[in-house]
């Protein structure tokens, strides 16, 4: 399966199970691998026989700005359900979210969770 890499995508939400994080708001990194057959793509130089970019920033960016989630685990999970909806040709991804800044004690670079799912 070819891929397609959306890497250390950048953005502040509201996202925690503290209620400080709900308010103040953080940093969140999102990494996007997506699956797909690209020859097709590739054969035609179509992009629309792709995944374009810019719209699966925008996919990434709309799940992270427009939501507010307990768990990052929920972050995941609802990119993984909404990439699938919007794009056909996915047949796999995995998606990796960081926060670098989670109000814990202790000296780290980062927490992430990543999860992987394939179409059904």
């Known amino acids: 399966m070819d891929k397609i890499y959306l890497n250390k995508m950048e953005f502040y939400a ?3 199970v503290f209620s400080e994080e709900n308010k103040m708001g953080q940093r969140f990194y999102v990494d996007l691998v997506l699956e797909a057959d690209l020859q097709p793509s590739a054969t035609d130089d179509d992009l629309e026989k792709s995944v374009n970019y810019a719209d699966g ?3 990434v960016k709309e799940v992270i700005e427009n939501n507010t ?3 990052v685990e929920t972050i995941a999970e609802t990119i993984s359900t909404e990439v699938f909806a919007q794009f056909q040709i996915v047949e796999r991804l995995t998606v ?3 926060k670098p800044d989670p109000p814990i004690p202790g000296h780290y670079e980062s927490v992430a969770i990543e999860i992987t799912r394939e179409r059904k």
Do not use: A, D, I, S
Request: without cysteine; aromatic residues 24%.
């Open 14 to 16: 509201y996202h925690g």
């Open 96 to 98: 990796k979210v960081t």
């Open 69 to 71: 989630f307990n768990l």
């Open 57 to 59: 920033y925008q996919l």
